[in-house]
T-cell receptor, first 117, second 111 residues
Framework: KAGVTQTPRYLIKTRGQQVTLSCSPISGHRSVSWYQQTPGQGLQFLFEYFSETQRNKGNFPGRFSGRQFSNSRSEMNVSTLELGDSALYLC????????????????FGPGTRLTVL | QKEVEQNSGPLSVPEGAIASLNCTYSDRGSQSFFWYRQYSGKSPELIMFIYSNGDKEDGRFTAQLNKASQYVSLLIRDSQPSDSATYLCAVKVSGTYKYIFGTGTRLKVLA
């Protein structure tokens, strides 16, 4: 079974631009979560989508947004990029169960490395 | 604020030894716990998940969960240099679909 895929793998942008990242989950998975990983802050939760609905959101500014399509593929968008947005952006997919079972196990994609100049 | 705490390390162990990694969490209602391994420049890779108190073994890896004390640990037996990586502990926050990650423990297995 194919794993989680993310495109593009690398991006270089300048301050003020916007960027869109894409994530395709494992077949059958309906939940997609997005994370930002930086050396100083570790893995920080951005948001989670299930069946095209955002169920949870982390503590990030409104410049960070996302959406999910009917085929469970998800995109995240960052507008008005800042230098501090340089990070590895990871998406993870799962069946999206409520908890206490193997169906809430998340599997990560390879990530998109964003550099903001 | 729900938190997950890990010792950042590095934890150095000789090849063939047992590596013991620990994690504590603050959300008493959490039900799902995960260990991921992350090599430098790569994405996290799932090692184990555990939901019930006690031990769960998978090959050289054993996860231990103690909900009363709010800690989860990972034991790696017969450690190999290829086990050298950062190990991330993750907890699913009760009543949500949100996962909190610790900052990771860097493990170095010395040949």
């Amino acid at each position: 079974k194919a794993g989680v895929t993310q495109t593009p793998r690398y991006l270089i942008k300048t301050r003020g631009q916007q960027v869109t990242l894409s994530c395709s989950p494992i077949s059958g998975h309906r939940s997609v979560s997005w994370y930002q990983q930086t050396p100083g802050q570790g893995l920080q939760f951005l948001f989670e989508y299930f069946s095209e609905t955002q169920r949870n959101k982390g503590n990030f500014p409104g410049r960070f947004s996302g959406r999910q399509f009917s085929n469970s593929r998800s995109e995240m968008n960052v507008s008005t990029l800042e230098l501090g947005d340089s990070a590895l952006y990871l998406c993870a997919s799962s069946f999206g169960a409520s908890g206490g079972s193997s169906t809430d196990t998340q599997y990560f994609g390879p990530g998109t490395r964003l550099t903001v100049l | 604020q729900k938190e997950v705490e890990q010792n950042s390390g590095p934890l150095s162990v000789p090849e063939g030894a047992i590596a013991s990694l620990n994690c504590t969490y603050s959300d008493r209602g959490s039900q799902s716990f995960f260990w991921y391994r992350q090599y430098s420049g790569k994405s996290p890779e799932l090692i184990m998940f555990i939901y019930s108190n006690g031990d769960k073994e998978d090959g050289r890896f054993t996860a231990q969960l103690n909900k009363a004390s709010q800690y989860v640990s990972l034991l790696i037996r017969d450690s190999q240099p290829s086990d050298s990586a950062t190990y991330l502990c993750a907890v699913k926050v009760s009543g949500t679909y949100k996962y909190i990650f610790g900052t990771g423990t860097r493990l170095k297995v010395l040949a």
